[in-house]
Every structure is written in structure tokens, then in C-alpha cells.
């Protein structure tokens, strides 16, 4: 029972994410204005990215084993994460 328990907790978590970053990006803005939700996907997938990229920095920070690594990868995800968010701001 406490298995099943754990894994149902465990999809709440990233079905929480995903909620939560649908709104962040304006999941309401498409439905309001009438268009497409073009722009409302890519900023969850920038976010994804961003949030790939915190945690392995974090991962970094605690493991010994293969730092560099994760820092390098880390730094890299929000590196790849700000310029997307460059491209969606037209700022490129």
C-alpha cells in the first residue's frame, strides 16, 4: 500500500510542475485574447529547461562523484534556458 502511496505522491509532484508552470508562462492570456498556444508550450519547455538546469547544479553541490560534470551541465541547461528566453523576447 505505501508503495502505491509513494508513487501516486511522486506524479502529484510533476503534475504539480506542470500546472504550475503552465501558468507561469500565461495559460490564460491564449484563451482570453483567442490565440494560438504556440508561446504558452515553449515557455513551459524554457522552464523545464531552466529547472534541469537548477538541478544539477544542486546535484553538483552535493554529490562528489562526477561535480564537474553536473556544474558544467547545470550552467549549460540555463545557459541554453536564457536564450531561449532571448528568442521568444525578440531580443536576438
Known amino acids: 500500500m505505501s508503495e502505491i502511496l509513494s508513487k501516486a505522491s511522486s506524479g502529484f509532484?510533476?503534475?504539480y510542475?506542470?500546472?504550475?508552470?503552465?501558468?507561469l508562462a500565461g495559460f490564460f492570456n491564449p484563451l482570453i485574447s483567442g490565440v494560438s498556444f504556440d508561446s504558452?508550450?515553449?515557455g513551459?519547455?524554457?522552464l523545464f529547461v531552466g529547472l534541469a538546469g537548477g538541478v544539477l547544479l544542486?546535484?553538483?553541490s552535493s554529490l562528489e562523484k562526477?561535480?564537474?560534470i553536473y556544474f558544467a551541465g547545470g550552467f549549460?541547461?540555463?545557459a541554453i534556458s536564457l536564450a531561449l528566453i532571448f528568442q521568444i523576447t525578440g531580443r536576438v
Open 13 to 15: 509532484k510533476y503534475i
Open 17 to 23: 510542475l506542470v500546472v504550475f508552470f503552465a501558468l
Open 40 to 42: 504558452v508550450i515553449f
Open 44 to 46: 513551459v519547455v524554457v
Open 58 to 60: 544542486y546535484k553538483s
Open 66 to 68: 562526477r561535480r564537474e
Open 76 to 78: 549549460g541547461l540555463i
